[in-house]
Structures are given as structure tokens and as C-alpha cells.
């Protein structure tokens, strides 16, 4: 085999407690294709491996013989500042990446936790993401194409290296959030955007959660343009951090409005050094553990979603806190289980809540010794038969992560 | 008869079997290539639609969904013996849920309505193709629309939350959900853009944006195409992001000008730029744009006075297509994408290569983005020269590919593009688009002799189904 020799598995390769015979570390796509296709020839079953920092998501693997790492899959291979595109290898971090493009005043909209850690297919596979999404939008919304491995071997591209494209069926989306159940993303193609000239942020504290969505719905009536909205604290009370990026005159401009409108709401706005450490603080809180449940509903139904779902939650949880991005309608609950036999029911109980504002829950971390384990998932989505259709034509002989997402696929 | 079963399903006025009738639905806004349906079918609901798939599905017959008939790669282009499904009848606004920035739509209706039924509440549906008073939303899905306006707002598949589509069993299936991140596979990444090829989308919702506070727009005229090139370059240097910056060279100028009346001048190229946001920010941003427009050449920078005058401007970009019609008797609109870099290298290469073919071609793009728009003039009274504009519109493609680019920003591969295709992708790449395709409809059935250069099968699926090692030991479970 090219590259490396595998090595054996140890209790840090392990996948949802799925210690796996042996981890290969290919160094290019091509080795990485050597080695999915040894697998296939052998039937062995695989997982592919980042930063590790999403691994709390999805089901424990049914079995693995070999987890592939993408550490050395390190390279930018392509970064054209003027055309605001960058081509890169799975295995690089997030950090990696953003410091090559702030060398060109350039970055990748894209701020999930541990950008250390975090490697650009983990992100993909994970669907991960932070505050910048207010107005960045997602992976699949800065995702231009992408290299992918499939589970027999084969290097197939999709997408592109232009922003614009629709040439042929976007494969390269599909694998965004997909946790490497139909194939190996192993170089993605991003676009990238400008770093703002300045950066502003607006704190108004302890606000109720009807108040945080009426204060974002407050700033979206006056066509304020935040570049992240957060929420955060405990679910009764919410600090809500508003930042805004860009030009200068622009940004002191949307500041100086925010403030106004925050107050005379009846609230405290505060500006400045007294703001400045509320992104610090937001970034510890999608850290904190070792439970961590993703939310989604109807930006809207904020208020239910609190009083339904988020605040039952809460109650189970020991250091318990809440980020929630009210402009889109996600966020995480966290903290310790103080109440460990309750989480699963409880978890249970805030789908069926969640279900009533359009909402989804998924459990983004939760402790292996957790009894009864909270489902993972959730019911199985409306159009489960075409995922595991999908699957199937991805991933015939289901080798790749098995058992790892939605209903067992 | 399959033509009479359809007319049990959607109604005698709305079977449509006459041959002179069914002419009407020969084509789509690639007009030079066309085939007559066999009947084409106008259902009202979602269960008219899944009722004549099942039709055609037990006569053997493949289906061609139909929005406005607007596209220009021929993605609607009947295939013989088919079933047209019309969506055009399922026209209506289901639900418009402005707390949410959501609408949910009908496919039949137009992009444009969407933006009007929201207007006056300070609320817009973002993409724009130039076509937008006349293409419908299901057809915006299937080729993955965009518009001028892209470049800082993104694509259809940038705005749609869910879909519900028909598919080949007549199974009606949500794919996406009201809120983000629906659980399971990303299935609507793939389905926006399937070109029709996955099943009928009878439904979708869509998110809408807060109208800016303020849009700025200039209009700058350089002495040529690369002028204007560098003055694209220098703006998205400085960190601007423009809502739209479009470009037109002098050809274009010429047949906007005489469809519009506009006094531009005759110049080598126009710059129309929009800087929106809030009144501070889209202001600045504008006036940074235009100081740097001025420093690469301009030679003229006009600021519209008004609404009207802005109006006016748009129009003139907006109608270039049709405007192209003034000043040749037939023209190909081409769709390609280059690193936005390039641009001055490319269209002085598209120049050279179309005085070798003896054709003049105009240029229309979106510059911001880097997706041209070389519109190809040809006289098809004149023996060879529809040939000879169709070679150079492949080749202009092929230069765009070479280039790092596309072979289409936003009309779709469709019939036309389906070799082009062979430029940008190995077989492998295909059978990997395929493989999504034969998820949805394994057998073929809707749309087929688009997208692919080869037809192509979705071979067995999978089975029969053997166990697992890992399932007869106890480890898994089959799904």
C-alpha cells in the first residue's frame, strides 16, 4: 500500500467508543484512494477521522476496521485571492487556513469551536458551524465543490473552483453534514470573503427570550445588517450580542442604531470594552460539555422553544448554558448531567416540543456512560426511504461509518 | 390511451393532444431545437401531478416537467413519445410567513410575484434572473437560478427551506423542513439543480430577505472591456461586495441602446454596479467603488438622480438579451464561467476567436462573478452559420474551462450543454451525479437526455440483501 504502513488502533482513534483495528494516515489523495480501495477489496469497514471535535454526533459506528485519518492530507493546494477562492486538503485546520487567508486580508465566513483542531472536512462532514452564519450562511452556503474518495476507491470531483456553477448535480453539498457515511471528502473547494476593516459589537444583557427575539426582529425592521447574532447565558436570561463588520462608517453607523433602538426597547445596551468579551464567552460556551444538544426551530417560536424544549433541558443539566442564534433559529444547550436517568426522556420530550415549532433536535455530545442514552437522532425524517436510497448507492455494502447516522445508515 | 387516462386526471380542457397545440411545447428559450410531446398534461394539485406520473410510469412513458419554458439550455426540451407535465396551473402563494422569512409556494409561480406579494411589507425574494417576470419558481429549483444579484445573495439553492416533490411511484416526499438543518442528508443540495431529472416539485419554500435600507447604483463607461476588467478586479480587491456589478461591452451597448432609447454613450464597455445595505454602509461602499472605477479608466460616472433613472439603467442591462435581437436576426446565449481575473484575457480571446469564425459576438455578463454571457449574432438564412455559431459557443465553453471555469453559471447543462459536460467531468464524476439520480428515480424517468453526454443506467440496485457479518454476530442491524 502507499504511504505509511497503518498502524493499530488505539483508544484515541475510537469512534464513539469503536476502537478500530488499524488507523491509516494518508498523505494525498491518491494514497487516501489506495487505501479506501484496499478496504473495499478486503470488505473492511471505515470511518474517516479529523480533529475529532464533532464526534459526539450520530450513533456509535457498528463496527470499524480502520479509521482513516486525514492529518496529513494538509495542503492548500489552491488559494486565488483575487478570484476569492481557496482549495484545500480535508486534514487542514480551520486556524491553518484562516491564517493563509488573513495574510490576504481574506478569510472563510465559516467559525465553528476549536478552529485549531478543526479540519476543513470535519467541518464538512459535520456541518459545522459559529455566529458568522447570521450572515455567512452555512457550509453548504460557501461549499464550491470538492474532491471526494468513494467507498470503493475512486477520486470523483464535483463543483468547482468558480463561485458560480451549475454544471451537473451538486455531490459536493450532499456531503455536508453527512459524517462520512457515503464518502471521503478529501480536498474542498470554499469560497472566501473579505476580512472587515472593523468589527463592533453591541451587548444587551439579561433579556428573557421573548424580549432577545423581539429586540433581533426590532433590528431587522430598522434593516440592520449584523454580521452575528447571539444569545446567550442561562434560558431565563439572555445576553444578546450583536456584531457588526465591515467599513468603518458603516459599522459605527449600525452600532450607534443598535444601541438606539436597544434602549429605547427599555433595555441597557453597552458598546466598547464592556462588549468586547462577549465573543470569549460565547466561544466557551459551544466548548462546554460533556452534554451538548443542537437545536433547530422556526426563528420565531423563540419563545416556545424556550419555555418547550431549551429550559427543561436546562434544568437537567449542571453549569447549564444556552447559545442560540435567534436570526436563525439554531443553537446548543450544555453542561453536566445532574440528572442523568432524566436526559433521554427529557431529550425525547423536547423533539415532540420542538416538533410543533418546525424543529429537529440532535445530540451534538453526550458522555458514553449516559443510561439510557439519549437517541442520537430523533424519529426518522420524512424522507428517510431517499436517504437510505442514497446509501445504498453510495455505499452498496455499508462499510463507511455504518450504523453512524440517521436510522442506521 | 394514455392520453385519455390523463384526461381523466387533470380534465379534458387541460389534456392537450392536438398537434398544433402541442407545437406550443416543443421547446423552451433554446428555440432552435425541438420535439412535439406525445400529450402534454396541466394538473392543478399535487395529486394530479403524482396520478399522471403513475400514468406514465404503467405506460412505459417518460415524463418532461415544464415551468415557464424560459430556460435557455434546453432543460424542458420534450423527448419523443413523453408526457410534458405542465406546472404552469399550479400558480398560486400557498402561505407568506414574514415572522419567519418564509413563503410557500407553488412551482408554476413566477419569480418575480413572489417579490410582489411581499413588497410592500419591506420584504423580497433575492434571486433574480433577467427572466424573472416570466420564469417560475419550480423551474428557478430545477436549474439552480441565479441573477445579478447573486454574487453577494447566493442562488436559488441559497433560498429554498424544503420541497415536495412527486416521485416516480407517485410518492409524495418533504425533503428539507421549516427550520435549518433538517435531520438526515442535505437532500435538497442535490435536488436544486437536478434540472427536472428527480421527480416534479409540486411545492417549496422559500426564504425570503428584508428589502436593504438603501441601494446605491452607478453606472461607469470605460474605453474598453479591460478598463472596466480592472476597475471588477480593484473593487472586490478592496473588500467590496457589491449586490450586483454587471458588465456590458461595446456591442451590447450598442443593441441596449437602440431597444431602450438609453444616451449611453458609445463607448468600450459600461459598469453598472449596486452597492446595498444599510443607508451609512451602502453609501460609503459606493463611493469607494466609484473613486476606484475612476482610477482604472472611467471615463464617465454617472449617479441616477432617481428611482426612475436608476429603473432605467437596470432596464437597459435587463433587457440586453432581447436588445441583441435589434442588431442581428438570431443570436445564441451563451453561459459561462470564468475566475473573475481573467475576464480581460478571456474576452479579448473570445474576440480573436470570433473574427477567425467570421461572427460578432456580444458580451453581457455578470462581472462580479465572473459569469459571461457571450451572446453569439448569426443569420440563420445565411447556409452554415447556425452551425458555425453553435461551434463557437462550444469553444468559447471550452476556453472558459480551460480557464479554471464553468461551463454554466446559472442556465443549466440541459440538452444543450450535455457534451460540454465531457469538458468539466471524467466518467467517474458522472456516475457519481448519477448515482444521486438514481436515489430519486432509479428508473429514469423524468427528464431524460439531459445533463449526461452518454445515457446512462442505474444498473441493479443493491441486493440481494446479504447479511452483515457484524448483523448475524449481533453487532448492527440492518436499517
Known sequence: MAGEAARPGEAGDAIGGVIPRAVHAPASVAEAAEVLRSAAAARQRLAFLGGGTDLGTGAAPAALDAVVRTARLARIVEYAPSDQIVVAEAGVTLAALQAALGRERQRLALDPPWPERATLGGVVAANAYGALRTRYGSVRDLLIGATLVRAEGTVVKSGGKVVKNVAGFDVARLMVGSLGTLAMVAVANFRVHPLPEVVETVVVPGLAPGAVWGLVRALRGARLEPAATAALGAVARLDLGVRFEGFEKGVRDQAARAVEIAAAAGHDPVRGEAAAAFWGRHDARRRAGPVRLRVQAVPAALEAVARAALAPLEALLADAGVVWYPALGTGFVSGAPAAPAELAGAVAGARRALAAAGGTLTVAAAPAELAPAPDPWGPQPPAFALMRALKERFDPERRLAPGRFVGGL | ?479
Not at chain 2, 393532444?17 to 398534461?41: F, M, N
Not at chain 2, 452559420?385 to 447543462?413: F, M, N, W
Request: charged share 20%.
Open chain 2, 1 to 479: 390511451m394514455l392520453a385519455e387516462r390523463i384526461a381523466e386526471i387533470v380534465g379534458r380542457d387541460h389534456c392537450i393532444t392536438d398537434a398544433a397545440e402541442l407545437e406550443t411545447y416543443s421547446c423552451d428559450g433554446l428555440t432552435h431545437r425541438r420535439v412535439r410531446p406525445a400529450v402534454v398534461a396541466l394538473p392543478a394539485t399535487t395529486e394530479e401531478v403524482a396520478a399522471v406520473v403513475l400514468a406514465a410510469r404503467e405506460a412505459g412513458v417518460p415524463i418532461v416537467p415544464r415551468g415557464s419554458g424560459t430556460g435557455l439550455s434546453g432543460g424542458a426540451l420534450p423527448v419523443e413519445g413523453c408526457v410534458l407535465v405542465g406546472l404552469s396551473r399550479m400558480n398560486r402563494i400557498l402561505e407568506v410567513d414574514l415572522e419567519n422569512g418564509r413563503a410557500r409556494v407553488q412551482p408554476g409561480v413566477t419569480n418575480l410575484s413572489v417579490t410582489a406579494a411581499v413588497a410592500a411589507s419591506g420584504w423580497y425574494y433575492a434571486p433574480d434572473p433577467s427572466s424573472q417576470s416570466v420564469c417560475s419558481i419550480g423551474g428557478n429549483v430545477a436549474e439552480n437560478s441565479g441573477g445579478a444579484h447573486c454574487l453577494k445573495y447566493g442562488f436559488t439553492v441559497n433560498h429554498v427551506l424544503s420541497a415536495r416533490v412527486v416521485l416516480d411511484g407517485g410518492e409524495v416526499v418533504e425533503i428539507g423542513g421549516p427550520s435549518l438543518d433538517p435531520v438526515g442528508y442535505d437532500l435538497l443540495a442535490p435536488l436544486v439543480g437536478s434540472e427536472g431529472m428527480f421527480g416534479i416539485v409540486t411545492e417549496v419554500t422559500l426564504r425570503l430577505l428584508r428589502k436593504p435600507e438603501a441601494t446605491r447604483t452607478f453606472l461607469a463607461v470605460f474605453p474598453s472591456t479591460t478598463e472596466a476588467g480592472n476597475a471588477v478586479s480593484g473593487i472586490i480587491g478592496a473588500g467590496i461586495l457589491p449586490a450586483a456589478i454587471e458588465m456590458m461591452d461595446a456591442l451590447a451597448i450598442q443593441a441596449a441602446k437602440a431597444a431602450t432609447g438609453l444616451a449611453w454613450p458609445d463607448e468600450g464597455a459600461i459598469l453598472l454596479m449596486d452597492a446595498d445595505g444599510p443607508a451609512a454602509e451602502a453609501e460609503d461602499t459606493a463611493a469607494r467603488a466609484v473613486e476606484i472605477a475612476r482610477a482604472a479608466g472611467a471615463t464617465l460616472v454617472r449617479l441616477p438622480a432617481d428611482d426612475a433613472e436608476r429603473d432605467l439603467m437596470w432596464k437597459g442591462r435587463k433587457c440586453a438579451f432581447a436588445a441583441v435581437g435589434r442588431i442581428s436576426p438570431s443570436y445564441l446565449v451563451e453561459d459561462g464561467v470564468i475566475p473573475r481575473s481573467e475576464i480581460a484575457r478571456v474576452l479579448a480571446e473570445i474576440a480573436a476567436m470570433a473574427g477567425a469564425a467570421g461572427l460578432r459576438v456580444a458580451n453581457v455578463f455578470h462581472a462580479g462573478d465572473g459569469n459571461l454571457h457571450p451572446l453569439v449574432l448569426y443569420d440563420e438564412r445565411i447556409p452554415g452559420q447556425l452551425q458555425a455559431a453553435e461551434k463557437l459557443g462550444a469553444d468559447i465553453l471550452a476556453l472558459c474551462v480551460r480557464c479554471g471555469g464553468s461551463i454554466t453559471g446559472e442556465h443549466g447543462v440541459g440538452n444543450e450543454k450535455a457534451q460540454a459536460m465531457s469538458l468539466m467531468f471524467s466518467a467517474d464524476d458522472l456516475d457519481a451525479m448519477s448515482a444521486v439520480r438514481c436515489a430519486f428515480d432509479p428508473a429514469l424517468r423524468f427528464n431524460p437526455g439531459k445533463v449526461f453526454p452518454t445515457p446512462r443506467l442505474c444498473g441493479e440496485t443493491p441486493g440481494p440483501y446479504r447479511p452483515h457479518p457484524a448483523e448475524l454476530a449481533g453487532q448492527a442491524e440492518r436499517w
